[in-house]
């Protein structure tokens, strides 16, 4: 299945990100109003800094650990993690196959 501006598949997205685990391997595959949404999956280690918008993962595969805000928690593939917009976050001893979608949303700041 192709991705048609309204249904996305894995397959279509992950045909996407950069190969270089040096880069960021992050794609949005979609944008509209204050919403994004977009594939994450880090090879080796995750570098990213706190977002400007509430976000939610959406773990299709692989496991690790999140780091939020000072707690580390263990993740599976079908786990949703909320991070809150300016959390210090990330993901750490994560395994090879590690992918998640990701929605971006609302205001800078978060909402209330």
Do not use: C
């Not at 960021?24 to 977009?38: I, P």
């Not at 580390?72 to 750490?92: C, N, Q, S, Y």
């Amino acid at each position: 299945m192709a991705d048609d501006g309204w249904l996305f598949s894995l397959k279509a997205v992950e045909a996407n990100l950069p190969g270089d685990p040096a880069q960021m391997r992050f794609h949005y595959a979609l944008r509209h109003g204050t919403m994004k949404f977009g594939l994450y999956a880090p090879l080796e280690e995750d570098r990213q800094t706190p977002h400007r918008q509430d976000e939610l993962y959406f773990v299709v595969s692989g496991s690790g650990y999140v780091l939020k805000n000072g707690q580390r928690r263990p993740f599976t593939a079908h786990d949703v993690i909320f991070v809150e917009a300016g959390a210090e976050h990330g993901f750490v001893e994560f395994t090879s196959d590690f992918a998640a979608w990701v929605v971006f949303w609302g205001a800078d700041g978060g909402e209330a």
